[in-house]
């Protein structure tokens, strides 16, 4: 018997023995679908092995990146949403044990819903945000991949929400500039493009990568991963966030600082131009 909201029942409720819900244990991918096509496939694949690998369960026989792409593409296809959708998998451990679990073999689960439009575009609105110093991103491997505990992600969405930001930026324990609470962080100072490497504690985005290497084609522009202290915000020119659903999110304001978004347009273009190459 359970007690499910002041309700004692008999039915079981799935979530009893869940572990990706007791404990989070579990690790996703967000996958953006562009007429029938998974964007940055490969990438998103080898990332989800990765993390797999990384808290130690036990990758199915079946579980290729052919299989991957089939069954995400699936049911896009069957809710008739697969010219422009987004679609999380997310791999949990099976039920059993405490925080010891009795089996490493997993399951996975699929959902997806639709996207307006297709190609990139870049969002003008406003978009101020803040530094979240309530809680700090560890520097350790954990940090780098997609796990179902995102706690600090919400405590910070919820702080955001109620001072008025459209997003927060994420400091580590030695006070240095991590991520975004959706994205990676990008930083322009003159004609020096940089952003914190992933011994930082960032997430080792997808996206990111992309931008990386489209940005090292653009003449003119050096680009760097280092460390980026709250301080080092204030004198850029510009900054912006990149995560795959959105490519590219200017900031337009942090603290008393105005930025332009020169660069992110660009960066946009040629993103969408190697998207309609492949």
């Given amino acids: 018997m359970i007690n499910f909201n002041g309700n004692v029942t008999q039915e079981e409720n799935i979530l009893t023995q869940n572990r990706a819900f007791l404990y989070g244990d579990g690790v996703f991918e967000t996958v953006k679908i562009l007429n029938n096509k998974i964007l940055f496939l490969e990438d998103h694949y080898f990332r989800l092995m990765a993390s797999m690998r990384v808290v130690r369960m036990e990758i199915p026989m079946n579980f290729t990146m052919e299989y991957f792409e089939e069954q995400i593409l699936k049911l896009v296809q069957e809710k008739n949403i697969s010219n422009s959708a987004r679609a999380r998998i997310t791999v949990y451990r099976n039920d059993g044990g405490l925080y010891l679990p009795k089996t490493n073999e997993v399951s996975f689960l699929i959902h997806a819903t639709p996207l307006e439009g297709t190609l ?33 992600n919400v405590t910070g969405s919820i702080f955001a929400h109620e001072n008025g930001l459209a997003n927060c930026i994420l400091v580590n324990d030695t006070k240095n500039v991590v991520e975004a609470l959706q994205g990676n962080l990008f930083m322009l100072t003159g004609k020096k493009l940089i952003t914190p490497p992933i011994s930082e504690g960032c997430l080792n985005g997808i996206m990111r990568k992309q931008i990386l290497a489209i940005a090292k084609k653009v003449e003119g522009i050096e680009i760097s991963e280092e460390i980026i202290s709250p301080f080092d915000l204030q004198k850029a020119d510009e900054l912006f966030l990149t995560n795959v659903i959105t490519g590219i999110q200017p900031i337009t304001k942090y603290r008393k600082k105005d930025f332009t978004s020169n660069l992110a347009h660009l960066l946009v273009q040629k993103l969408n131009e190697s998207i309609s190459e492949n």
């Fill in 120 to 152: 990139y575009v870049v969002n003008t609105v406003e978009y101020e945000v803040d530094l979240y110093k309530d809680f700090y991103v560890t520097k350790q491997l954990l940090s780098s991949i997609k796990t179902t505990n995102k706690m600090i």
